[in-house]
Every structure is written in structure tokens, then in C-alpha cells.
């Protein structure tokens, strides 16, 4: 647990010290919650309310996806080889990474949050949907940071790192129910939403927020397939990390 919280407080500390990698993937989910929410919102139909949990999953996506760019500053300083060759339980290093990337993602879901309930959206299913919902987030900010870092091993290059994830990202978010109902697209846009993770996250959180009550079948299929996914992934790059150094 030490490792864990030395290891987190050293991200953490960088990330504020380079207050670009917060700035940079906040303005997008925040102009997509703002602006398009309002385009599309017509007499009392509620298009924010609707768009909400796309745009937290898109907040995700962004800013946990490019969770992994530090280490490309920290190899550059040497601070990251300094702490692969030092005798830190992998895993450590992963959980480490995925605190970093809770509080950085965490500072952006708190403003969408804020902005949303300022333009008069609620969480229709109360305390303990708000709960449910932060929970359901923190656990898909941990699949989407592992993956960060673990394409950071892989690719030397942080433009190539920055061209990855925008590939893998925007089809994810686009082709999913974050901006659309099922059943209103053409049946292979249908087929292909129906097979992304994502539409599953998106639905549960949808029901969270626009309730009345919680869907606990929905939401726990989606909680748990993301918790499942999250503990592989996390052994995965751990082996990884002990396989290259």
C-alpha cells in the first residue's frame, strides 16, 4: 500500500505540474455538454439529460486514453526507468497509474456534473444511483488507463501514442449509444453498437441518471463486465512489465 501511495503521489504531482494534460481532454466533453446539448434541446425535451452519460463516458475515454503520455516525459527524465528497475511490485506500479488517472479524470467528471445539474439535470435515481454511477466510472477510468499504459509500452513514439488512441477511441465512442437511441440506425450500425462495451456503460448509466429506478440487471452486467476486464488487464500489463524489465 505504500508503494501504491508514493507511487500515485509522484503521477499526481506531475500531472499538476503539467496542467496541459488536464486542460487539453477537458474542452471536448465540455463543448459536446454544453453546445450540442443546447443545439439539440428543443421545448422541454431534455437533450443534456439524455447526452450526460455519453459525454462522462467520452470524458473517459479522452482523458484516461491519454493516461499513458506521461511516460513518455517520465522516460525522457529517467524517472521511469528509476522505478521499473527498483524492486516495486508491478502491480504497484499499475494501480499507481490508475489513481493518477481517477483524480484526472475525476476533476472532469465533477465540472461535467456541475455544469450538467447547473442546466438542471438530476440524478433521477438519487443518492445511491450518484453512488452507483461514480462507481461504474471509477471502475471503467482503470480499463481505459491500463490500456493506456499499456499501449505506452508498446509504442516508442508519443505521436504515435496520440495517434492510437484517437483511433481506438473515436470509434468506440461514436459507434455506441453515447449520441443515439437503438433502434433508430441502419441494422449494421445496429449490430455494431450492440457489440461495443461501451453502449452497455452508456445504457447503465442512462438509467442511472434518467431513471426512476435502477436497473440493477443492466447495471450489474456492466459494473461487472468492466470490473472483470479491469483485473485482466491490470495482471496482464503487470506480467508484461516483469517479461520487458
Known sequence: MKEINNLAKRSIKWRFKNPVTIVMTMVQPLVWLVLFA???????????RFILAGILVMAILFSSGMSG????????????????ISPISRKSIIIAHVLDAV????????????????????????FIGFLCLWLLLIIMIAVVATLSYLLSIHIPDENGFIAMINTLTLPLFFL??????????SPILEFLISINPISYVV??????????????????????????????????????LEALY
Open 176 to 185: 455506441s449509444t453515447a449520441l443515439v437511441q437503438k433502434g433508430k440506425l
Open 38 to 48: 443546447n443545439l439539440f434541446t428543443t421545448g422541454t425535451n431534455n437533450y443534456m
Open 103 to 126: 483524480v484526472l479524470s475525476g476533476i472532469q467528471i465533477t465540472a461535467l456534473l456541475i455544469i450538467a445539474f447547473l442546466f438542471g439535470v438530476r440524478i433521477e435515481t438519487g
Open 203 to 240: 445504457d447503465s448509466l442512462r438509467n442511472l441518471i434518467m431513471g426512476p429506478t435502477i436497473d440493477w440487471q443492466i447495471y450489474g452486467a456492466s459494473c461487472g463486465g468492466m470490473f472483470v476486464l479491469a483485473i485482466f488487464l491490470i495482471i496482464a500489463v503487470s506480467k508484461k
Open 69 to 84: 503520455i506521461a511516460n513518455y516525459s517520465l522516460r525522457a527524465n529517467g524517472s521511469y526507468y528509476r522505478v521499473i
